[in-house]
């Protein structure tokens, strides 16, 4: 370990200001007919190698939106079905999963498969540690043919 470092984080005040400097900005009103869409980790796979893994890839070959039933049913969608996520920035189609645990308003997307819906999520920089937050953006979702 670097001892400059740990002697700036104890002496500088980098721990005295942890909660403002690692506090994301105010979340939106989300809009009417939209849900929070979410990117979230796999329980099996991480997304750097686990990608190429035959294994992985036969529990979990592709990315998918896991949804509540109850938003499903809003939408008319069944498991199965291909949905298109949208919003200002872009849009992004993907199959739906519906799922009891994801909380209604809320999608998910595991982030491992998620290059494509990147175009979604406004990217905020941290200004202290440069480091990127893009986890969330409202979108709406319509069944495609």
Not at 51 to 74: C, F, H, W
Not at 82 to 96: D, K, M
Not at 103 to 119: N, V
């Amino acid at each position: 370990m670097n001892p400059a470092a740990v002697d700036r984080y104890v002496h500088e005040g980098y721990r005295h200001d942890i909660a403002t400097r690692y506090t994301l900005p105010a979340r939106a009103v989300r809009p009417e007919g939209t849900v929070q869409l979410g990117l979230v980790q796999s329980l099996f796979h991480s997304g750097k190698l686990s990608t190429y893994s035959k294994g992985l890839l036969q529990i979990e070959p592709s990315g998918s939106v896991q949804m509540n039933p109850l938003d499903a049913a809003r939408y008319g969608l069944s498991a199965g079905d291909q949905v298109r996520l949208s919003n200002s920035r872009g849009e992004f189609t993907t199959t739906a999963k519906v799922f009891d645990r994801v909380p209604e308003g809320l999608a998910w997307l595991p982030d491992h498969f998620a290059q494509e819906a990147l175009q979604l999520f406004d990217c905020v920089i941290d200004q202290d540690t440069k480091v990127p937050s893009y986890r969330t953006a409202s979108v709406s979702v319509m069944k495609t043919t």
